[in-house]
């Protein structure tokens, strides 16, 4: 399984382009809406939030 979390809807295009590319696996995309946008906020504050959304 191949995990892609993104700030939005936009990863859904880099997941599309995975599971095309790598048939065989399993694609997991969480969009996190509720926090975006990302780009403000800091690393530490980023990989918080990555390990609640798993």
Request: charged fraction near 15%.
């Amino acid at each position: 399984m191949i995990g892609i979390f993104d700030s939005g809807v936009g990863g859904m295009t880099v997941a599309k382009a995975v599971e095309q590319l790598l048939p065989q696996y399993r694609i997991a995309y969480f969009g996190d809406l509720a926090r975006t946008p990302y780009g403000s906020k800091s690393p530490e504050t980023i990989i918080a939030y990555a390990r609640q959304n798993t």
